[in-house]
Structures are given as C-alpha cells and as structure tokens.
C-alpha cells in the first residue's frame, strides 16, 4: 500500500486549497483492446461541488467516470494514455493499489446492486472492509439517514437488502457509498433504473450531500444535470475507426452550458435535436 | 373461422395459426403432462412393491430392527442399526472433504484465475470424473487409495489412537479409504453446481464490492459466497444424496463389516452395500428383511432432500424477501 496516497487526502487538502481540484482527470486516450472508447476528455473535479457528466449514448461518460476510480482495470484490454490525479497524487502510479483508491473514490452504479444481506450489513459492509473499531450501529444508522431511508428502515434493519424497493435500494447504495466517507462519490446514471418520485428524492440527497462529499454524476438526463450539477460536461461521440469514439466537446457552469453554450454541437443537444 | 377473425380476413399477411398449429400444441402440452405424471407413478409404483415386499419383515422385526445391531441369516436377527450409522457417517465424511474441494474448485474455475480456455479444459476434466464407473472407482480405491493411506492410518494410530477418530488400525478395507473414494466421486455434481450458481452472481454485485474498496479474496468470500449460498447448499444436497445410495465403490472399499465405531480406519458397512451383496444369496425369509432395509435406505434420502429443498426455499425466500 502506497502510504503517499493514502495520507493524501490529508496532507495534500492544504497544498490543493487554492485550486479546490480532488480529482484531476486527463483522459488523453483510452483503449478496450484496440478500441478507442475516448479521447481528449481533461475534467477537474472540484471540491464540494457536484461535477455533472452529460451526451449521447456511447459517448463515453461511464467510461471516464470509471477511470477515476479504477474500475476500469477490472475490464480486460483496458488501457489509456494521460493521467488521473487524486489530491495532487498519480492514481494510476503502479505503487499505487486500485483497492485504495476505491477506498477513497466511492461509487454508485446505475442499476441498484445491494448484497444478497441484511440492511444494516450492506452498509456496514465498508466500515468492516476498513476495519473500523468505532461504533458500527451509529456510523450505519448516521449513512442511513444522510441517505434519507431511516425513516423507512429503521424498523427492519435485519431484512435483506433485496427486499427493499428499487428507489430505496438506490438510496441503500448510496448509504453503503458514504458511510466510509470517502472523499468523493462516483455516480453513473444513479436514476436511470427509477421512477421519477425516487429520482427526485435521489437529486435532493445529492444536493445535501455535496455540503460534505465531492460528486461525479454522470447522467442520460440533461434536466437532471440542469437541477442539480454546479459544472456540467458535455461529452459527444463521433464515428471513429473501428468503433465510436467519445470526447469532451464543453465543460463549463452548468447555467453557461444550458443557457450559453459555446460549442455549435453542445447547442443542438441542448435544444434536443439529437440524443 | 368466427367473426373476429373474419374481420379483416384475406387481406392481412396476419392470419390465425393452421388446425396442424394447434394439434402439435396441443399434442406438445399433453406430452408434457403424461411425462410429468409418469414420473410421479414410477416413484409410487417403486414405494408399492417395495413396500407391499418389506411388509412381512417390518411386521415381524417392527422398528427394533433399525436399532439391532446383528445380521444373521441362521438365527434370523437382524438389525440395520451399524448400515445406518454406516451410511451417513462415510456420507457425511464423503461431504466434507468433497464439498471443501468442490467448492474450491468452483471459486478457482469461476473467479478468473485461470484463461477462460484453460478453465473449460478443467472443467471438462472434473465432469469426465462423473462419468467413471463405479466399480473402477472401486478398483482405484483398492489398489491405489488404501495402500497410499496406511501408512498415514498407521502413524497417526499409533500417535493419536487416543482420539476416538484414529482409535483402530486400518487393516485394508475401511471407512477412510471409502469416504475418501466416495468425495471424489461426488466432486463432479458440487463443483458443477457451484459453478452455475457462482456464475449466476451477477456481474453488478461483483462490480458493488470491488467499488467499495474490497480486495479480490473479500470480494469472493463475503459478497460472491454469500450471494451463491443458496445454490451452494443445493450442490451439497445433491452431493450428500449421492453418496448416501451409493453401492458398488463402497461395497468393495467399506469392509462391509456390522461395526459401529467413530474410528475412521475401522471397516463398517452401508445399506446399499448390505443390499447389493446379501441379495444374491437371500432365502425366502431374508427377502423381507432386505426390502425393509432398502425402504429405510429410500426414507433417509428422501429425508435429506427434502429437508435440504425446504432450507434452500426458505433462505432464498428470506433473501428476496427479508424479514
């Protein structure tokens, strides 16, 4: 274990402080195999904002979200060129453990994944994987709340985790993401699998939880980015060899994106000529 | 062809199935159903004769017969109690040492350690073991497993013969060398069927743990393990009723010997071995006694499976539906 990068959210917050960039992201290339899935996608995260990621479909939005925590190396044939800089530190430097990092870059996926466990398990579940020796109940119980689903499961914290709704198992995601309060939260599409009732409690949470958690949202929404992303980054796709090939087009605050948008093609998405 | 059809017939593409639609559905579904019914009939018709055979004996012996521990034919006693004990002791041995490999085998052909290519030859290699005859298994176990573990019998008789496992003296034929043959041969259908509920996992509950910061051994002991608990268990079911009715390898590795002893190199005996070697040389009166024996037999697998079924839906029940 890199003992750099793990006491970087510490040491480096002073250093970072005039900049108040967590997350660097300079995605020159990146390849599947020999698939270029994006190009030329250079996104700072800022520090106590919700940074939002908006295009098309295959525009590669997941794909950069992903690079930032590593999830990338799960897939095989992946690699990039660039780098991805956590508080000023490589994340990609190989000293550097992918484990680590996802320790400090939670993340939240598209369709709700609970575990095959109780309530309380799936978001104590980060706390044991870190060994936490302070009191289990409290940090569950304060995730919980943060995630606005106590109400709704402070009763049957030992039923499985399964059992609960889809909206309320997104939000049990989330819970489980920030209860080993990571530095920041990945979010990939985190309302496309809901119903517009959960979706909304799902941005209101993400509205109060930017007051302690840095967000990466990517979303299929350009509304959603709209009421809740404080810099938004348009993303497009175009036809490349052997495939299609995503890169940033604009990255901006998100009322000049929506309302004055520099790019002619940022201007037709957001008009909703094309999706 | 009735009034809806008639609506619009003759000038659509779309029009009703033929008469020749309907028959082979029909014909399918009737097929479907005698199959199903068959299969319920063939089972009540084993019980029937069994049963209606095994009457004269289970009136005689009643149920002092399950806790006798003789069997002999010339002073007609006879007790079944060292085959029971027999049977789901070299069973449960057989479980524990084949359901701790095949489950191991799963994780390590499912988990990504090996190319996809060479797991499939593995696999391939560890479902060729369920197609091993019996009695070659029963062979191996003479000629290779018994020699290999005397020695180690030996020595840890004589080191540790004072824990109740190690307390005889292995003298060919035993416990041991049959659990041992006998989890090899229920490797296949737990490693198999690990394997599909591990695969069955899916992908997004792996991707959930690894984004939490899990390593790979955590991911795989306290998400993938967990989630696959149930079909896991199945694996063992099907194991452990496999080995319980199974004949020929044991017969020929268990000694068959009307013993009752913890000791792991002691020879015992199991119901189905009792059956298959006293069968060809029963007299009028042993018939009886056989056919009682051979119900138990059915009656504790079927036990087990049941048994096994009813956990395996109430947890899945628990896990989909809390509480």
Same mark, same amino acid.
């Given at each position: 274990m890199n003992m750099n990068f793990s006491a970087a959210s510490n040491v480096n917050a002073s250093k970072n402080a005039h900049s108040n960039v967590v997350i660097d992201c300079n995605l020159d290339k990146v390849f599947y195999g020999d698939f270029l899935a994006v190009r030329d996608s250079h996104v700072p995260i800022q520090k106590g904002q919700i940074t939002g990621f908006i295009g098309p479909s295959g525009c590669g939005k997941s794909t950069v979200l992903r690079c930032l925590n590593r999830m990338n190396d799960l897939i095989e044939g992946f690699r990039f060129e660039g780098n991805v800089h956590f508080n000023n530190q490589d994340v990609?430097?190989?000293?550097?453990?992918?484990? $680590? $990092?996802? *320790?400090?870059?939670g993340m939240v996926f598209q369709q709700p994944n609970p575990f095959a466990m109780s309530i309380f398990d799936n978001v104590a579940f980060g706390l044991r994987l870190n060994r936490f020796k302070g009191d289990i109940a409290e940090c569950v119980e304060n995730a919980l709340k943060?995630?606005?689903?106590?109400?709704?499961?402070?009763?049957?914290?030992?039923?499985?985790?399964?059992?609960?709704?889809?909206?309320?198992?997104?939000?049990?995601?989330?819970a489980r993401a920030i209860a080993?309060?990571?530095? #920041?939260?990945? !979010?990939?599409?985190?309302?496309?699998?809901?119903?517009?009732?959960?979706? *909304? /409690?799902?941005?209101?949470? !993400?509205?109060?939880?930017?007051? =302690?958690? @840095?967000i990466a949202l990517v979303t299929h929404n350009?509304?959603?980015?709209? /009421?809740?992303?404080? =810099? @938004?980054?348009f993303l497009s796709v175009e036809i490349s060899e052997g495939g299609r090939?995503?890169?940033?087009?604009?990255?901006?605050?998100? +009322?000049?994106?929506?309302d004055d948008p520099k790019e002619e093609l940022t201007q037709q998405y957001i008009r909703g000529e094309f999706s | 062809m009735n009034a809806f059809e008639q609506t619009v017939a003759g000038e659509q593409i779309s029009g009703p199935p033929s008469q020749t639609d309907y028959l082979l559905? *029909? +014909?399918? /579904?009737?097929?479907? @159903?005698?199959?199903?019914?068959?299969?319920?009939?063939?089972?009540?018709?084993i019980l029937w004769k069994i049963g209606a055979k095994a009457v004269p004996a289970i009136s005689e012996y009643q149920l002092g017969f399950l806790t006798g521990t003789t069997w002999d034919v010339n002073k007609q006693v006879y007790g079944i109690l060292p085959e029971i004990w027999g049977t789901l002791y070299s069973s449960i041995l057989a479980l524990i040492i084949g359901g701790f490999f095949g489950i191991t085998m799963a994780i390590f052909l499912t988990q990504d350690f090996l190319p996809p290519r060479i797991a499939l030859v593995f696999r391939t290699i560890i479902e060729l073991l369920a197609a091993i005859p019996s009695v070659v298994y029963g062979l191996?176990?003479?000629?290779?497993?018994?020699?290999? #573990?005397r020695p180690i019998a030996d020595w840890l008789n004589a080191e540790f013969g004072w824990i109740p496992f190690f307390s005889t003296t292995l003298s060919g034929p035993g416990m041991l060398p049959a659990a041992l043959v006998l989890s090899i041969m229920i490797l296949p259908t737990i490693a198999a069927v690990s394997q599909d509920a591990l695969r069955m996992v899916p992908y997004r509950i792996k991707e959930a743990a690894y984004g939490l910061g899990a390593n790979r051994w955590e991911v795989i002991l306290k998400v993938m393990l967990s989630t696959a608990s149930t079909g896991i268990f199945g694996s063992l079911v099907l194991g452990f009723g496999r080995a319980l009715g199974e004949t020929m390898a044991l017969a020929m590795l268990i000694g068959n010997s009307n013993q009752l002893s913890l000791s792991l190199f002691s020879p015992g005996n199991t119901l189905a071995a009792l059956l298959a070697l006293n069968f060809p040389e029963a007299g009028q009166h042993e018939i009886p006694v056989l056919m009682y024996a051979a119900l138990v037999l059915l009656l504790i697998?079927?036990?087990?499976? !049941?048994?096994?079924?009813?956990?395996?839906? !109430?947890?899945? =029940?628990?896990?989909?539906?809390? /509480?």
């Open positions: 990609y430097h190989k000293t550097v453990d992918p484990v $680590v $990092v996802r *320790r400090y870059i943060k995630a606005a689903l106590w109400g709704e499961v402070k009763d049957k914290l030992k039923a499985s985790g399964l059992s609960l709704s889809g909206g309320q198992q997104q939000r049990l995601c989330i080993t309060e990571p530095a #920041v939260v990945l !979010m990939d599409e985190p309302c496309s699998a809901l119903d517009p009732i959960s979706t *909304r /409690r799902i941005e209101e949470l !993400m509205i109060e939880l930017k007051e =302690k958690y @840095t350009m509304q959603q980015a709209k /009421r809740v992303a404080d =810099k @938004t980054a090939t995503g890169y940033l087009v604009e990255l901006g605050e998100t +009322s000049q994106i929506f | 559905d *029909r +014909s399918f /579904r009737g097929l479907a @159903t005698v199959c199903a019914w068959l299969i319920l009939i063939v089972v009540g018709l191996w176990g003479i000629y290779v497993v018994i020699p290999f #573990v697998t079927f036990v087990v499976n !049941m048994a096994g079924t009813a956990i395996m839906t !109430m947890t899945s =029940k628990q896990l989909k539906a809390g /509480r």
